[in-house]
């Protein structure tokens, strides 16, 4: 059966991206949440519907909310679709 997004998973992959890919989700503020401004950008959370991410603009730190294109199926899907993201991102 598929894995859930529980608040165990949520937290591997957001320390997991956070830790080893902080210019890819600063990537997905800037690209995927239009603040193109940001400096860096933590993602807090994550689900099957999309990601929460909080970007650094300046002194301030705003939420951002990225929706997915499609609802993910459990973690292998988010790895594929955060990889695919990273690639539309820089094209």
Excluded: W
């Amino acid at each position: 059966m598929a894995d859930q997004f529980s608040p165990e998973v949520s937290s591997r992959i957001c320390s997991h991206m956070n830790e080893d890919h902080a210019n890819a989700v600063l990537l997905y503020a800037q690209f995927f949440g239009g603040i193109l401004e940001a400096t860096a950008a933590r993602m807090q959370a994550i689900d099957a519907q999309g990601m929460d991410l909080i970007a650094q603009v300046n002194d301030e730190n705003l939420p951002v909310r990225i929706p997915f294109d499609h609802v993910l199926a459990d973690s292998e899907d988010a790895h594929h679709t955060l990889i695919a993201m990273v690639k539309q991102a820089r094209s």
